[in-house]
Structures are given as C-alpha cells and as structure tokens.
C-alpha cells in the first residue's frame, strides 16, 4: 500500500517539463526536518498494514509490519494479532479499538508505540478487518499537518493559494467576493477554478505567474515578494500583496504544484511609499539655497511617484530674494518648474517661464491653508471654458484629478504646487493631500531659506562690487582692468579685491588682494582693508614701507576684535587668529601692492603672503615675477622685500588672487603655467586689458569656481619725453633765478602762460627751501599730464610742514602760499632724500 508507482512522464507540448525528482538547494535531513523523499519508507515511515479476521487473527501483512517488530510474515500470519503487544492483553476484544494507541514489541527487544486505525473490509462470519499501525511520532506529525492545512484554509487574515502544475489556480482560501470571481471557483478541487489572467490585471498577472514558474522550476523559495495585484472586478484599486510561494511534491519527490500565501500590504506599502517620498524630498531640498533649484527639485521628486504633471509657480518677489506680498488678484506668477511622466509636456498647459497673473477666482486656491483636491475636473471644465489664460494654467486635457498646495512659509505665500493625475491613476484622495501640504511644507521653508540666501548674497555682492573701483580704468600711466568673480557654490561672496589708486608724478597703485571668510563679515574686512591702503598710498610710500603699516595696522584691528570676542573682555590665550579668534577677517588677509611710474618705465611691487604677478614685457615671453611673498597680514615675524624691474612700454601685468590657481583639479604649478600661457597669448599688442582678463578667465574656469576670485589686468605706458622736462641745480642762490627762467620757457613751450605767473612762484619758493635747508643737488622737474605737475627733490629727509605765520614773523609763509596756489600738493620719501610736489589744474581747451 505504500509502493509508489512510477513517475508521469514528460508534459504535452506547451507545458513545463518538471524535474520530478529535484531537491531544493537549502535542504537537509535532520531529526526535525525529515526528508519528505524518503518519510513514510521505514519504521519511522508510513502505516504497516495487517488484515484480521473477526478472530483477531493476521491473515496478511505489509513489508512494513516486517521492519516495525523485526519478525518476518510468516512469523506473524496466522497469529493473533495480541501477540504483538509488549502487553499481551492490552486488547479488551479480538480487535484494537479504532484510534487507540498500542506499544508493539520488537524481536530484538525494546517495543515501538504506534497509532491503530481500523477499517472494516466486510462483515459477516467471514469479516475481514484492514488495520493500520503508524508509529505514534508519524501519526502526530499528519495531525499537526491537517490541523495546519485546516487552520489556513479556514482563515482569511492570510490568503493561501494551490497552484498545480500548470500552474492554475485550484483551491484558495478566500471567499469568492474578495477575489472578484463566483462563488463556484471557490469550492476546492473545482476543475473551473480560472486562472491568474481571470482575476488579476494582465500586468500583475503576468508578474506573478512568472515568480511562481521560477518557484516550480528551481525549488528556491519565494520570500515576501512585493507586488501589485490589481483585480479584473475593480482595476481602479490599488492592491498590493507581500506574495510567498514554494514548490509542492509528492513522497517520491515529484512535482504537484505551487503554493502561494499572500497578505494585503496596500496600507503598509503606501505608508512606507509615502515616508519614502518624504524622505527622499527632504534630501533632494536640503542645502539647495537657489529658489528655481528648489521649484525642480521639487517637481522632480513628484513626478511619477506622485503625480503624472506637476508644475510649481512662484511669485516675482520670490525669485528676486523680496519678501512676498499678499496674494490676490492680479499678483504676478513665473511659470519656474514643470515635470512629465511621459517627458512631454501638454501643449494645451503654459510652458516654463511663462508669466501668469493670478485671477480673481483662483486667488483663493493659493493662499495659506490646506491644500485644494479636485476628483472631479468636470466643474473646474465648466469653469475655464471662457478663460484660456487660466486653463492653460489649471487644467490639462488628461487630467482625472487635481492636486493645489500652497507653498506656505512663515505665514506667506511664495507660490503654488499643482499636481495632475491622468489616464487610469487612482485620483488623489485625502491622504494624498495630505501627504502633498507635508511636502510642499518642507518645500516652502527651502525655497524661503533660498530666497532670504539670495537677498543676502545679492546684498554682499552689490556692497562687494561698490568697494571695488570700476572696472576700466584708463590714466596716462596704464589702461586697467579688474575683474570680480563671486564663488557659484554657497560660499558666495568672498573676500578677493582689487584697486587701482593714481599717485602723483602721474604714478600708478596696482593692488590686489585676498581677505580670510565669505559674506558681509568678508566684504567689511574687504572695505577697511582698501581704505588703509587708499590712505597709506596718499603718504607716498615705498610698497614695502606701505605694507609694514598696513601690517601693524591688521595687528590692531585683530587684538581689538579678540578684546571684543573675549567675554570678560580680556585678551584670548593664543595668538591672533588661533581659534576662536575672529579678527575682522581682516587677520591672515594677503596682499600684493606695486606702483609704476610711466616716466621712468620703473616697476617696485612687494607682496604680503600674495602670489607674484604674472609679467609680459614687450616681446618676451610671459613670466612669474621674482618676487618672494612676505608673511601675510597680522602674523610678522619677517620684513617685507621690494623687488624693482624696468618695464617697456606696453608690457602687461597681471595680478590675481591665489583662488584662481587652485580652481580646478589641476596642481597649482601646472596651473600656473597655464595661466602664463593664456596671458601671454592673450596679451597681443592689439589686445586691451579688458580683452585679455575675458579669455584668460573664460580659458581657465570653464565652469564657476568654488571660491570668489579677483583679476587685474594692466598694460603700461609711458609718458612721452615732450611732457616732461627736469633739471638739477647746485646749492647756490642763483640757482633760483635760474629756475625761475626755465620753468617760464618749458610753460611757454607747451603753450600754458596762463599758468606761467604761478608755477614760477611755486618752484621759486621750493628751490630756495632745499638750498637754503637741504643742500645739492637739487632736482626740479615739470610734467604736462591731465595737471601740471611740479616736483623738487633734495636730500634731506625732514619733511615740510605747513603752519600759518603770525604777522610779526619773518617767514614760514611758503608752503602756505604753495598750498593756496596750488591743486593739490603733498612730498614722498625717496631713496636719496625727498619729494615736494604740486598739481595745478590746466586751462580749459
């Protein structure tokens, strides 16, 4: 009764050839876990057999019996069956009782308890009675297997489907209406049970039968797969299952079938889609600090998660870093951020950019409060229909349903979120709008933060952009040209700077530099630097002797801020700039001061922890000049080195803050000689500076730097020998006569008489001075320039000082009468003594 019969042969064409005999990988036999090829072959196995007659006497028996007590059947026919027992007597009658238990006695001793059933076969004098004897453990576990079967199929919590091996479906636990079929198919073991295309949507169905064909073929477990699985009865509704499945064989392994469990996850999956959706909005927002990013962002994580259209309209305002007004009737909208889930966008919708004024009647949908939903679009169709302006912003021709957030921040409104589902999408509900005001919750407070970020980046620039001089700047000395690049990330407005100062004799300032930290901290420090150079150039100052004060003047700066930051008001331990120390930003700061003369064509320059220049002098390659940088600003410990170089007409220099070595991937020596090179081919003669900076700058930053950086670009010239005119003169007091007659033929050389009178007096007056209390030689020289300019030299280097005589003096009127004829005048040290010079403005025509 247990032999069982050979394996079917191979499927008809179109069915799937199963490897009957297959084991599934993962398997193994132990105590627990017994092997279901061989379970029910042994002592352990299934039923031994035996058929009594009404005597209790075995007539016959199975193998089975054999190996359950070790005795052979011709030991045991035609014995009563009592006689097996460990317990003779264990029986009341010739018969067991049905259902009972016995303890069996083996012959090589010790006993096997094991469970009886009773069938009767016939009755009358000559009955026949079939007996089954299961060892008692196999009895229990078929109990716990049908106890197990039957609680499944009776429940619903957990739906359990039998698939046989075609994979149809022929028993499942469910009642019919929740499957959507009749109540026949139902019924277990109904040939009319429909198939997986008969109940699910063709998509799910096609989904599912492949995950159970793999089951059937490779024997691997199916574990918590989740899907759609849409019913044909109402296609409307989302349904997900977590599906489970596993192969089913026989006791000789062949292949049955396909069991399925499956339990509705819709809640727990929309739930988890939705947490997902704002988890992964909250990542794509955070840190966006520009507001269209924001807008697409947004629409991009929307689209087709979410919704199948989606568009976000922002007011002006908000785009501009304005706080925005109320929203009402006429107030002006930009179409910022559109998305598709076919990637087209509706030709009937306006586009990206378009400017929409909102309209009385769909004011109110904007403003705060919840979200609007609309189920059904036919009202709003009716309600359009005279209104192309607005339909081309509400309603597209697919649409099924709509979504309108308001995007909300700090009780106002910066624009509206609209959300469309088309075709056969499930419509919005209330959780989908509910779900919709969280996110554009979240939304709004980025594009708020991205909106005051770019109030404040655009404040600092505009303040940036006014402490730098403008941007050409043409003198006889050099045509110049600064070039301000603000930083594309966050960082924004940092703190490079650049000035072009005039000096006297005609003389030119280049100065760059580079101040520590970004923002308005950054772009004050940046102002207070610039005007202690502007300050320090008007003393007329060697570049190295400029930047010796403007470093004790960081140090200042920096000891005070540290006073400030220090809460008992006492100096912080460390040093200035350690940490915690704030110093204006002005402490570590860098800078790069030269000055060219365009009479003599000499170039001096010194650099306070700032690059060299780049040089091209007239007809020669492009170079670094040879100057070593000294400590930056505030830190000391070295003095400042001058480097002097004769320039050519027509030479260029370019100075740059060190951001712009350090703007790409690139090492700073190999971007050095990059930026020499894009220089040099640049700086052709034709070319003006503004030229130059433009296509070093659009060669070497192909994309916006990370940091600000600054450029300054100047080509110098040199004043022609017809403008100038000096002498030098011995300690002597005719020199002054002397002087007198040649600074009256050199004015009327150049045709200013007019100014004739007054220069004489002036060159007389500071000729006699350096005689009478300096010495030879003395230098004197005119330059005919935008002014006319007066300077002599001496080697004294006491300075001038003017005071107002009283009346009973004898003289001390000098410098103030030059004051009062004069423009403008001022002195300068020199290597070899000093300079008094003087400005007077020339004629008109």
């Given at each position: ?625 040879d100057l070593k940088p000294g400590p930056a600003l505030g830190v000391g410990g070295e003095p400042f080195e001058q480097l002097d170089l004769g320039l050519p007409p027509g030479s260029v220099l370019a100075l740059f803050t060190e951001k ?138 006491t300075q001038p000082r003017l005071r107002r005589a009283r009346p009973t003096d004898e003289g001390g009127r000098g410098l103030f009468l030059i004051a009062q004829l004069a423009h403008r005048w001022g002195s300068r040290y020199t290597r ?14």
């Amino acid at each position: 009764m247990c032999r069982a019969g050979p394996p079917p042969r191979g499927q008809a064409h179109g069915r799937v050839e199963w490897n009957h005999h297959h084991r599934r990988p993962g398997v193994r036999q132990t105590s627990t876990n017994p092997d279901p090829h061989s379970e029910g072959r042994g002592p352990g196995g299934c039923a031994a057999v035996l058929v009594l007659d009404r005597h209790g006497t075995v007539l016959t028996c199975t193998a089975e019996l054999e190996s359950l007590v070790g005795r052979t059947a011709e030991e045991i026919c035609g014995r009563p069956a009592t006689e097996l027992l460990a317990r003779p007597g264990g029986w009341s009658h010739p018969l067991p009782p049905p259902g009972s238990r016995a303890e069996l006695r083996h012959a090589a001793g010790g006993t096997v308890e094991v469970q009886l059933d009773v069938l009767p076969l016939r009755a009358g004098a000559d009955a026949r009675y079939l007996v089954a004897a299961m060892p008692a453990a196999a009895a229990e576990r078929r109990q716990q297997n049908e106890a197990l079967v039957r609680a499944l199929f009776t429940q619903t919590r957990i739906g359990l489907a039998i698939h046989d091996t075609e994979l149809r479906l022929v028993r499942v636990n469910l009642p019919p209406e929740l499957l959507g079929i009749p109540a026949a198919g139902a019924a277990a073991e109904t040939s009319s049970v429909p198939s997986l295309e008969e109940v699910l949507l063709p998509d799910d169905a096609v989904a599912v039968r492949e995950q159970l064909r793999k089951v059937a073929e490779t024997g691997v477990p199916l574990v918590d797969w989740v899907h759609s699985a849409r019913l044909l009865s109402r296609p409307e509704a989302d349904r997900i299952v977590s599906l489970s499945g596993f192969r089913l064989e026989d006791s000789e392994g062949r292949f049955t079938g396909v069991a399925a469990t499956f339990t509705d996850v819709t809640e727990q999956e929309r739930t988890r889609q939705q947490l997902a959706l704002v988890g992964a909005a909250a990542k794509r927002l955070e840190g966006t600090l520009d507001v269209v990013r924001c807008a697409e962002q947004l629409v991009e994580v929307m689209v087709p998660e979410f919704a199948d259209l989606a568009v976000v309209d922002l007011t002006e305002a908000v785009l501009v870093g304005e706080e925005p007004g109320g929203f009402a009737h006429g107030s002006l909208l930009r179409r910022v951020a559109l998305a598709a889930a076919d990637g087209g966008w509706p030709d009937e919708l306006h586009p990206r950019g378009m400017r929409l004024r909102v309209q009385e009647q769909d004011s109110h949908w904007m403003r705060p409060g919840s979200a609007v939903l609309l189920t059904d679009m036919g009202p709003v169709r009716e309600r359009v229909a005279e209104e192309p302006e607005l339909r081309g912003m509400v309603l597209p021709e697919a649409a099924t349903s709509m979504l309108v957030v308001p995007l909300n921040a700090r009780g106002l409104v910066l624009g509206g979120l609209l959300l469309w589902r088309t075709g056969d999408r499930v419509p919005f509900g209330p959780d989908d709008a509910a779900l919709g005001e969280e996110i554009g919750s979240r939304a709004a407070l980025s594009m708020d933060s991205a909106r005051r970020y770019t109030r404040e980046h655009r404040t600092a620039e505009a303040l940036q952009r006014s402490l730098l001089p403008r941007a050409v700047v043409k003198i006889s000395a050099a045509e110049t040209v600064g070039l301000y690049v603000p930083a594309a990330t966050t960082a924004g407005i940092g703190g490079s700077w650049f000035d072009v100062i005039a000096l006297s004799s005609s003389r030119i300032a280049l100065v760059v530099g580079d101040v520590v930290g970004h923002g308005l901290e950054a772009t004050a420090a940046t102002g207070r630097l610039r005007t202690a150079v502007q300050t320090l150039s008007d003393l007329d100052m060697t570049p190295e002797e400029l930047l010796t004060h403007l470093d004790d003047l960081v140090r200042r700066l920096a000891a005070v801020e540290e006073s400030e930051a220090s809460p008992d008001g006492s100096p912080p331990d460390g040093p200035p700039g350690s940490e915690g120390d704030r110093g204006g930003g002005v402490y570590g700061s860098t800078c790069l001061y030269a000055v060219y003369d365009p009479v003599t064509g000499h170039c001096s320059m010194a650099s306070a922890g700032h690059p060299p220049p780049v040089v091209v002098a007239a007809g020669e390659a492009a170079g670094i000049a040879d100057l070593k940088p000294g400590p930056a600003l505030g830190v000391g410990g070295e003095p400042f080195e001058q480097l002097d170089l004769g320039l050519p007409p027509g030479s260029v220099l370019a100075l740059f803050t060190e951001k712009l070595l350090s703007a790409s991937g690139e090492s700073p020596g190999e971007r050095l000689r990059r930026l020499c090179a894009q220089v040099e081919s640049a700086a052709a003669p034709q070319a003006s500076p503004a030229e130059v900076g433009r296509n070093v700058l659009d060669n070497l930053l192909p994309e916006p730097p990370e940091q600000d950086l600054a450029l300054l670009v100047s080509r110098v010239r040199a004043l022609p020998a017809s403008m100038t005119a000096a002498w030098e003169f011995p300690g002597e007091p005719t020199a002054v006569a002397e002087a007198r007659e040649l600074v009256i033929a050199q004015l009327t050389e150049w045709r200013l008489e007019e100014l004739a009178f007054t220069t004489e007096l002036i060159a007389s007056e500071l000729v006699t001075n350096s005689i009478r209390y300096a010495g030879a030689p003395v230098g004197l020289r005119l330059i005919r320039d935008k002014v006319l300019m007066c300077e002599v030299s001496d080697p004294s280097q006491t300075q001038p000082r003017l005071r107002r005589a009283r009346p009973t003096d004898e003289g001390g009127r000098g410098l103030f009468l030059i004051a009062q004829l004069a423009h403008r005048w001022g002195s300068r040290y020199t290597r070899f003594g000093k300079t008094i010079w003087t400005e007077q403005l020339l004629p008109p025509g």
